[in-house]
């Protein structure tokens, strides 16, 4: 596959609003969206630095999946996403290289993008997001 870039780095923590402000007030950084992910049950954030961005998730529900992460490992570094070109045939070739997918076919994700998630048992343990930029 051809990854572009490190799309973005996904932070777990409890609380959205107090988060954002160590990145506003301390590293000067705007937050330039916040939108909900049904889907994931989570509020993201979302924060440009330089080429790609910081995406700050706190769950809208006690079962959702970030709240569930944090109850077991506690707040911090949730996934890292990169970008690719193909994200079907990406999730293809991860397949058939035998990797563990969580999502077999695109999903949609924060700001239209189509996201899928590998497995963190195949990748180190870091829970990996491939997604592709809208249009
Ligand atoms: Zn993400």
Redesign the pocket.
């Known amino acids: 596959m051809k990854i572009q870039k490190i799309e973005?780095i996904?932070i777990a923590v409890k609380d959205l609003k107090k988060s954002i402000r160590f990145y506003e007030e301390v590293l000067g950084v705007q937050c330039y969206k916040m939108e909900e992910v049904e889907d994931q049950q989570v509020t993201t954030a979302f924060f440009k630095i330089g080429d790609t961005k910081i995406?700050l998730l706190e769950s809208t529900s006690p079962e959702g999946p970030i709240a569930k992460f944090i109850e077991k490992r506690g707040e911090g570094i949730h996934?890292i996403?990169y970008a690719v070109d193909d994200l079907p045939g990406a999730l293809r070739e991860a397949e058939s290289k035998g990797l563990r997918l969580i999502d077999r076919e695109p999903r949609e994700?924060?700001e239209n993008f189509r996201?899928a998630f590998l497995h963190p048992k195949s990748t180190n343990g870091v829970l990996t997001?491939l997604?592709e930029k809208p249009g």
Do not use: D
């Open positions: 973005h996904g995406e996934h996403a994700g924060a996201i997001e997604c």
